[in-house]
């Protein structure tokens, strides 16, 4: 494998968790801070529920998701099995859990006065909700981290659905597995540098989004 | 506080590059939407040349994975895709048994695999259409130098197992089977059954669920037997300590064929470019690739478009004078 494929591999890797988790975290971010700060009957169970799917085999999602995307599925008229669209839908159902269920504990972990502080300006409830996301940005940060590195990480789902073509749905994690497959270590050894390198860059740069935000909030 | 300083530094800038790439790409992705490019239509008995104006087609193929293991593919995807720019080649490696079932869900353009009673039902069955077999080669048992089992002496592939089953019985020897459906693990079952003997749910009897090259990697950890493909292990002889003991019996024959899914069944296949695609495979120029594709010095295929019956093999469906699939493709070609 030389430089170029390398590169290619990890802007897709990089494209593909990119875009679910940004797209998770519109939908999720919202939800969960709504969910936190509204009152409704099956609260508990619905928090019970998140916190479940938070957990969700990324190989089990993959074959759901391959059953469904499939030309013999029920949304097989898409036509998206085995590109990389399908591989972002995998990765946005496997993160939107854990952006709104670390967005529900991120906002419910505010000190009490604070949101009753809040609630008792009598805003619109998208007002309340904004406001809330604000003051818990710091978790909420670290969530969207933690769903970007699930969704980098994960092989199980993308494998299935992406399946792994060379230059069109190859990712740094399924290019792991292939090269671990046809023996080819050193290659292996690359591809995990890089990946490294991802995680590294992108906790960097959260780690100083972090330290500025709690610099100002405190 | 200096050495966090620069590593935040050091984490943005390898970000900042990684952005800017990305944001490139984007933009060079956005260039070649569509092409001027020559294309037939393949309705039946009309098959004429159109020049039209199309998008980008790619086209999906559902593989066995010593295709891909031994690079083939990629080598056949480059010559392809210079004579047809507006054709992206793309293919899932899978084992036979999964490649099927991949095209009988539509979820593929054109399946390649090696096991003729799959491949049959596949076509009778509907899913398929126009299949032809343009390779061969042939399957091999590879143990440890040492063959316990003494594989070695054996006549035929039939005595090989029969000796490999007892031995095993006796705990001297191990067998690594593919155990996922595939081409090879067909085989495989198929020689057992010859034998006359089972060996499921023997504790000598391993199945690794998994692809030829990992099954290749397992038995040689376990100093084992496995059958396998001649291509994939010259690939990979290197790589492990295994030798070739039993060899070049007809019952070892392995023919690749491939097959385009079947349009009637699923309209959305690109039906056109995956019977380009097989065309290719069996012209002249495309069975020049394959016949003389070479890695690490050994040839790995052997081509056999059109002289299936010189290796003993007569199929009606593809070989008969008047409605035969090789007079098929021979039309396609003259016209081209």
Not at chain 1, 179 to 192: C, K
Not at chain 2, 196 to 212: F, H, I, L, N
């Amino acid at each position: 494998m030389d430089i170029a494929e390398l590169i290619q591999i990890t802007l897709l890797s990089i494209q593909v968790s990119g875009v679910a988790v940004v797209l998770s975290s519109i939908i999720g971010v919202w939800l969960g801070a709504y969910i936190a700060t509204s009152e409704f009957k099956l609260k508990k169970l619905t928090i019970t529920l998140i916190d479940t799917l938070m957990g969700t085999p990324p190989v089990l999602l993959g074959l759901i998701l391959y059953l469904v995307l499939s030309r013999s599925g029920p949304l097989g008229f898409l036509g998206v099995l085995f590109t990389p669209a399908a591989m972002i839908i995998a990765q946005f159902l496997l993160t939107l859990p854990i952006v709104t269920g670390l967005a529900i504990s991120a906002v419910e972990s505010l000190p009490r006065e604070l949101r009753e502080y809040i609630k008792s300006l009598a805003l619109p409830a998208h007002y309340e909700v904004l406001l809330l996301i604000n003051e818990a940005r710091t978790g909420i940060i670290s969530g969207v981290l933690a769903a970007f590195s699930r969704a980098v990480s994960e092989v199980g789902a993308v494998i299935i659905v992406g399946g792994n073509i060379r230059y069109y749905t190859r990712v740094l994690t399924t290019a792991i597995v292939y090269y671990t497959n046809s023996g080819e270590f050193d290659t292996v050894l690359w591809l995990g540098l890089v990946l490294t390198l991802v995680y590294f860059a992108i906790n960097a740069v959260v780690l100083l989004l972090r330290y500025r935000m709690g610099e100002r909030s405190d | 506080m200096e050495g966090y300083r620069l590593m935040l530094w050091l984490g943005s800038f390898i970000l900042g590059l990684i952005v800017g790439s990305l944001i490139s790409q984007f933009f060079i992705l956005k260039i070649h939407e569509t092409s001027l490019a020559p294309s037939f239509q393949a309705n039946g008995q009309n098959t004429t040349w159109t020049l039209t104006s199309r998008k980008h087609v790619v086209l999906r193929i559902a593989t066995t994975t010593s295709l891909d293991a031994t690079g083939l593919l990629d080598v056949f995807k480059k010559s392809f895709e210079d004579k047809y720019p507006w054709i992206k080649v793309t293919w899932v490696a899978v084992g036979s048994g999964q490649a099927v079932e991949l095209g009988k869900r539509g979820d593929v353009d054109l399946i390649i695999v090696h096991d003729r009673d799959l491949e049959d039902r596949f076509i009778s069955e509907g899913y398929g259409v126009h299949g032809v077999t343009f390779a061969y080669n042939d399957f091999v048992l590879v143990g440890p130098p040492e063959d316990p089992a003494g594989v070695k002496g054996s006549k035929g592939v039939v005595e090989a197992f029969k000796r490999i089953f007892q031995a095993g019985e006796q705990g001297w020897a191990i067998f690594v089977s593919r155990g996922d459906k595939s081409g090879t693990n067909l085989r495989e079952l198929s020689l057992w059954a010859m034998a006359g003997v089972d060996p499921s749910g023997k504790t000598w009897y391993k199945e690794a669920g998994q692809g030829m090259s990992q099954t290749l990697m397992i038995a040689d950890q376990l100093r084992a037997y496995t059958l396998c493909d001649r291509s994939t292990f010259l690939v990979f002889k290197d790589k492990v300590n295994l030798v070739i003991l039993s060899e070049g019996d007809p019952l070892y024959l392995n023919l690749y064929r491939a097959i385009p899914v079947n349009p009637k069944k699923f309209p959305n296949v690109h039906y056109n470019e995956s019977l380009l695609f097989v065309s290719f495979l069996v012209s002249p120029e495309g069975q020049k690739i394959i016949g003389t594709y070479t890695k690490e010095g050994a040839k790995l295929f052997n081509v056999c478009f059109g002289n299936l019956t010189s290796l003993g093999i007569y199929d009606p469906y593809e070989y008969d004078e008047e409605s035969g699939q090789v007079r098929f493709y021979r039309e396609l070609l003259s016209r081209s």
